[in-house]
């Protein structure tokens, strides 16, 4: 059993930069893609990124590619999520989630297996 916890969120301004950190216990980690999830009052679950097992393949939403960018270190059982440019629209609790398996998942929840507490991040001037 995997099980994650997301740690970095805070309070920033607009334009500043803020690096996530999930972090792995259990299991062999690079057993496991990992993606990042964020989710705000009244809205469900929007995908931001994942990384596969192996850290060689991402996926990120679209409309992030310029800003947010996703690593790992599987020595240390860390999977990153470094955000650059933040907006209040970015403002969420974002959660860090394992796969299945290695592979990249879609960014559908349902293909996420186990679930961080998740870490508030606000950006507000």
């Known amino acids: 059993q995997v099980q994650l916890v997301e740690s970095g969120g805070g309070l920033v301004q607009p334009g500043d930069s803020l690096r996530l950190s999930c972090t792995t216990s259990?299991?062999?980690?690079?057993?496991?893609?990992i993606g990042w999830f964020r989710q705000t009052p009244g809205k469900g679950r929007e995908f931001v990124a994942a990384i596969d097992g192996s850290g060689r393949s991402t996926r990120i939403l679209e409309s992030l590619k310029d800003r947010f960018t996703i690593s790992r270190n599987n020595a240390k059982g860390t999977v990153d999520l470094q955000m650059i440019r933040l907006k209040p629209d970015d403002t969420a609790v974002y959660s860090c989630a394992s796969g299945r398996s290695s592979v990249l998942p879609t960014p559908l929840p349902t293909d996420y297996q186990t679930w961080g507490r998740g870490t508030q991040v606000t950006v507000s001037s």
């Open positions: 259990g299991r062999a980690f690079n057993d496991r893609a």
